[in-house]
């Protein structure tokens, strides 16, 4: 079901996007999408771009993962007519939370969602800056399913396709704007 989309309007973002080599360290090309929604153009026409692709999913709930699910989620929520739901690291929602606890290259990290934050069956679009590996994403579709909600798509501004997070969310209906193979 995943499925790659993207084009010549959607690859023109690319020149809002500025490369930082080395960082967070040597060897890494950081994509910083701050230059990309500091422009009013390139927010507006990223957030378009995301909602068009979902506009007649009927959508109930959009969650986006901290922190830069924060920025994208709830301008798309807005868009689509839905509600926005914060899945935030442990310890920073006030309410009763359930938690997923993932893998990463080194270690592990966990997600929290409040108990109370989705019905069942209702539809939900997971939204998030980037996708690497894929983890962070698939920690947000278990506490989306953990709480019974429906996982209509997950969308994502950049996608680095090289590292193949996508295989991992091959059940969805997972759209990117920006597509980066290196």
Do not use: W
């Amino acid at each position: 079901m995943s499925e790659s989309t993207t084009g010549p309007c959607h690859d023109s973002l690319k020149a809002y996007v500025r490369e930082i080599p080395d960082y967070p360290k040597p060897g890494i090309l950081f994509y910083d999408i701050t230059t990309l929604i500091k422009e009013p153009v390139g927010l507006a026409r990223t957030i378009d771009g995301i909602t068009e692709h979902f506009l007649n999913k009927n959508i109930d709930l959009v969650v986006g993962m901290e922190a830069r699910g924060f920025i994208f989620g709830p301008a798309v929520a807005y868009r689509l007519n839905a509600g926005f739901i914060p899945i935030r690291k442990p310890r920073k929602l006030p309410g009763e939370t359930v938690k997923h606890t993932y893998k990463l290259e080194y270690g592990e990290d966990t997600l929290e969602i409040h108990k109370d934050a989705i019905q069942k069956a209702q539809r939900v679009l997971v939204v998030d800056d980037l996708l690497a590996t894929g983890g962070t994403a698939v920690a947000a579709t278990e506490l989306v399913k953990q709480l019974g909600g429906e996982i209509c798509g997950i969308a994502f501004v950049i996608e680095l396709d090289f590292l193949n997070g996508r295989e991992r969310l091959k059940d969805y209906d997972v759209y990117s704007l920006l597509h980066y193979d290196k």
